[in-house]
């Protein structure tokens, strides 16, 4: 397992809300919106851990661990939720932050992110 740094080696400030969205950090105390957003997704591209209680606390709780200490996997999520009804409607990762520099190849980080199949027909 890894062991995180005894520091935070990244800092990821809070998303500003915008007219449409909302943002808040995924944590170990709001997962389960993660979890009733994704449970029922059959999309073979939705995250699998996403789609079980367990697998989404474990996540979440990975991210928080490991998210802001690790030198070569650094990371962040971010839920986002429509501001006008409040409903969750999906998942901002920025993941795999590396301070790495062997050769200066190795700086990189992934943006992504995941809408349930649900929001994503609506729209």
């Known amino acids: 397992m890894l062991q995180p740094a005894s520091k935070p080696l990244f800092f ?7 007219q449409a969205y909302r943002f808040e950090k995924l ?15 059959d999309s073979p591209f939705t995250d699998h ?5 367990s697998g989404v606390k ?11 200490y690790s030198a ?3 990371g962040q999520d971010w839920l986002f939720q429509l501001r006008a009804s409040g409903q969750y409607a999906g998942i901002l ?3 795999d932050l ?9 700086k990189r980080c992934w943006i992504g992110f995941a809408v ?3 929001y994503a027909e609506r729209e």
């Open 58 to 68: 474990e996540y979440a709780q990975f991210r928080e661990t490991y998210g802001a």
């Open 12 to 18: 990821f400030p809070d998303i500003p809300d915008s």
């Open 27 to 41: 944590t170990t105390e709001n997962f389960s919106q993660l979890y009733l957003m994704f449970e029922g997704d």
């Open 49 to 53: 851990q996403f789609k079980t209680y």
């Open 98 to 106: 590396s301070l790495e520099t062997f050769f200066d190849n190795n």
């Open 93 to 95: 990762h920025l993941y």
């Open 72 to 74: 070569k996997h650094g």
């Open 116 to 118: 349930p199949r649900s």
